[in-house]
Every structure is written in structure tokens, then in C-alpha cells.
């Protein structure tokens, strides 16, 4: 794998992970990166995209992604976007020894505005709580989380009490 592929497969994976609406088990960042699919198409200029598609697979320590279809921008050299389509899953472990999981049919992250948009039966699950809805717009910079439902759709929350959460980890 080329240097400029490393580095744009890497901010894909840093990207989802950050994407979490947690906070992801930070060791993670410093383990060793995995990247699978069943093709590639990547470009080696400075606003060059990189293609992968066909069972796309990534982990990198406790973190596991999937989908069909991971496309990532380069502007100026610098990784910009990372598209990933297909029925996109994640699942981490976060420090404090919970589990997150999430799924949607896509998930867009714009590395410059740190702004991840989750469309598609969107479904967060966490040990305190769950987010659910048809669109998840999170924007790290700020931690405000923005949900809405399209057509049909509705934005579905729980929120486990402080105490059920100590109870399910005990």
C-alpha cells in the first residue's frame, strides 16, 4: 500500500471512529490499522480521491467497520472527506468499558469542519442509551448532536438512568 494510500486509509479510520459520539478508547489510536476490500482506485495527487469497494473492512484495536463502499477526498494533500455507503457498522470499545454500535446506510464525515452526517436508519446504541432516526448530523468541534426524521421518519431516544448504567456494568 502506497504512503499517500496509508495516510488517506488512516484518516477513514480516524474519521469513523471519532464519529462515535463517545469517548473511544483512546489506546486504539496507537495500534496498528487493517484495511480490506475487495478493489481499489486511488489517485496519488494533492486533490486525488481514493476508491474502495466490496466487503471494505477496517479495525484498528477495539474498533471494527464495515461497508460496502469507503470513498475518501484529498485536498491539497490533506485527507478532506471520507464517504463510506452500504450499510456502514461500527463497533468500539469506549474507556470507560462499555460498547458502542452503530449503524446507517451511510455515513459522511467532513474532516475540515469535523462534522459527521449519519443518513439512512440511523441506530446508536450505547450503554447509556440509544439514538435512532433516519438522519445524524454530530459536530465534534462543538459536541452538539442534531437528529431529524425524513418523510415518515422520527428521531427516537432513551436515556438510561446514571443508576441503571452502574447496574448493567456490575
Known sequence: ?????KFQACALALAVAASGMAVAKSSD???????EADRSDCGLGDNASCTLVGNVAISQGTMRVAASRAVIHQAGG???RAVLTG??????????GGTINAKSAAVDYDMRSE???FTGDVSI????G????QRVVYNMRTGQVQSGGEGSGRVKMRIMPKSAQAQGAG
Open 1 to 5: 500500500m502506497s504512503p499517500s494510500l
Open 29 to 35: 489510536r496507537n495500534q496498528p490499522m487493517d484495511i
Open 78 to 80: 490533506n485527507p478532506s
Open 87 to 96: 450499510g456502514v457498522t461500527l463497533r468500539q470499545q469506549l474507556d470507560d
Open 115 to 117: 462534522v459527521v452526517t
Open 125 to 128: 446504541n450505547q450503554a447509556r
Open 130 to 133: 440509544t439514538l435512532t432516526g
